[in-house]
Each structure stands twice: as C-alpha cells, then as structure tokens.
C-alpha cells in the first residue's frame, strides 16, 4: 500500500498539494504510488518562476525508465518556487517523494480551491479502485 500523508490534499492525476503556508503558497509533487508507478526518475522538466498555470494545465514533464509523464497544475496560479535540487538529482522524487522531492510552489490565485482537492480517504479510495 502507497504512503498517504493525512496533513496533504491531492488530485486523482496522483499530485499531492501542502497546506497553505503563511506566505500564500502551497507545495506540489506527485505521490509515492504516482513515482512507484513510474519507475527510476531521470528528469523532471521543471517550469520557469513567474509561470502562471491554470488547474489541471499540465506545466511540465518527468521522465523514468519506463515512460515521460505530464505534470498537471492541481489548481491555478503563480509558480514561485521550483526545487532545483531535482536538476542534480531527480531521483529525490523517487527517495523522497513528500520531502525532497518535491516539484514547484505555487501562490494560488483563488485559495478556496484548494478544498476542491481529494483528502488522504478520498485518494486512498482511488488508489483502491487501481
């Protein structure tokens, strides 16, 4: 069974989101059983900071052993922050897929989406129907 973190929303494209911080962003990556799924990550093309997104826009790409996945944006906004520890070593998404692994921050444009995500029951629901 995946690790399904309680403290993190997530969408049935396999993205988990943060809470909202006190800066206005949240924190993006795919689950353990999305990086599970695809194998050994190679590279994850990463967006650019100042991008704008819009929910279920994909803003880049992560490539494994077995396949290239599009990245969806779980809800609109500004990308603030991308982790460029992933340059060096995309592997953290695979070794650390809720910590160092993360892929992007985003500022939403329109907070109240975020309840629009699936809770830890909801995705683990999901996941059971895979």
């Not at 969408?11 to 695809?38: N, P």
């Not at 500022?107 to 059971?128: C, G, I, M, Q």
Request: aromatic residues 6%; without cysteine.
């Amino acid at each position: 069974m995946s690790n399904v973190p309680a403290e993190l929303s997530y969408t049935s494209e396999h993205e988990w989101v943060s809470a909202l911080t006190a800066e206005g962003t949240v924190r993006v990556g795919i689950t353990d059983h999305a990086q599970d799924a695809l194998g050994d990550v190679v590279y994850v093309d990463l967006p650019s900071v100042g991008d704008s997104v819009a929910a279920e826009d994909s803003f880049g790409e992560i490539e494994s052993t077995k396949s290239v996945s599009d990245l969806f944006a779980p809800i609109a906004g500004e990308i603030v922050a991308v982790n460029e520890g992933l340059e060096d070593d995309p592997a953290l998404v695979n070794s650390d897929p809720y910590g160092e692994g993360w892929i992007i921050e985003i500022r939403p444009e329109n907070a109240d989406d975020l309840a629009n995500l699936l809770d830890a029951e909801a995705y683990k629901a999901e996941l059971a129907k895979l």
